[in-house]
């Protein structure tokens, strides 16, 4: 069985500043300050590409007071890790498969 992998949510991913902000909530539970602080990115910047990993549904935000805390959603990466390694299981079966040339 071939499995597609979610080629918009890698181009989502492929961003530096965007993976940063994923690894980054990787580890914890962040607020658009703590985010500034850790990637030294301007807030308006940084603004843009929470919204982007919202609209994609990798992150999910949490309000708290006048602050916005991010959280990552461990499933969407998941999802995206397993599209991977359905990848890696298909080639390591196609290594037995060879196309004849004409």
């Not at 918009?8 to 962040?30: G, H, K, Q, S």
């Not at 007071?65 to 298909?90: C, H, M, N, W």
């Amino acid at each position: 069985m071939m499995t597609s992998v979610d080629t918009d949510l890698i181009r989502v991913l492929a961003d530096p500043l965007r993976l940063r902000i994923v690894t980054l909530l990787a580890r914890e539970t962040l607020c658009t300050t703590h985010l500034v602080e850790e990637t030294g990115a301007r807030q308006t910047n940084l603004s843009n590409h929470l919204r982007v990993l919202r609209e994609a549904g990798v992150v999910e935000t949490e309000p708290c007071g006048r602050f916005t805390y991010y959280k990552l959603r461990p499933d969407v990466i998941a999802r995206l890790a397993g599209q991977f390694a359905d990848l890696a299981e298909s080639a390591r079966n196609a290594a037995d498969n060879k196309r004849a040339c004409p």
